[in-house]
């Protein structure tokens, strides 16, 4: 986390992002576009789901970077969701330094004030956990940001496959073994 929450700035900010999302609502029901303030809500259920998945990992350093992540001014808006929670042995800390690490490239590697969005779904399976990163937005230089993903695996020792990487859209998985 790029920046230390307080809990009223926190309470503060979530507020505030429940008082937009209700007001989109609102707005929609008052033009009568039932079907839309419907979607609304269904993403605000799956989003609150997927935050109660995150917060039950018990990896508390993680889960809060993940929450708050977006409350910065990043130039990456991240989604995210938690395909399967099952117990394991991954070092909070750890992939949170991962996690800030590998975003520090990707903020580096992006068009500021484009529309950048990285879904990152996340799967705690028995043997390992697998991250799928899915980006869509403007690479500045896809090949060096190859090269920067490929120096984050040596350090980390960990498994990177680059599906997909041209100037609009990064598609990668990373595994990592339980201690």
């Known amino acids: 986390m790029s920046s230390e929450w307080n809990v009223i700035q926190a309470l503060r900010h979530t507020r505030h992002d429940w ?77 949170v330094t991962w996690f800030s690490d590998l975003f520090r490239i990707l903020e580096y590697s992006v068009k500021p004030y484009a529309e950048n969005v990285m879904i990152v779904s996340m799967d705690f399976n028995t043997e390992e956990v697998c991250f799928e990163f899915d980006f869509n937005g403007i690479i500045n230089n896809s090949q060096q940001l190859e090269k920067q993903l490929q120096e984050l695996k040596e350090r980390n020792a960990f498994y990177l496959d680059i599906l997909q990487l041209n100037d609009h859209m990064l598609l990668f998985k990373i595994k990592i073994k339980y201690i």
Request: hydrophobic share 40%; proline share 3%; glycine share 2%.
């Open 19 to 95: 008082m937009n999302r209700l007001q989109l609502i609102k707005g929609n029901l008052d033009l009568d576009r039932v079907e839309r303030a419907k979607e609304i809500i269904y993403e605000i259920v799956q989003e609150a789901q997927n935050e109660s998945k995150l917060s039950n990992l018990k990896l508390p350093h993680f889960t809060e970077w993940m929450l708050t992540y977006n409350w910065d001014k990043n130039m990456i808006h991240i989604e995210y969701e938690i395909l399967q929670e099952n117990p394991h042995k991954l070092q909070d800390i750890q992939l």
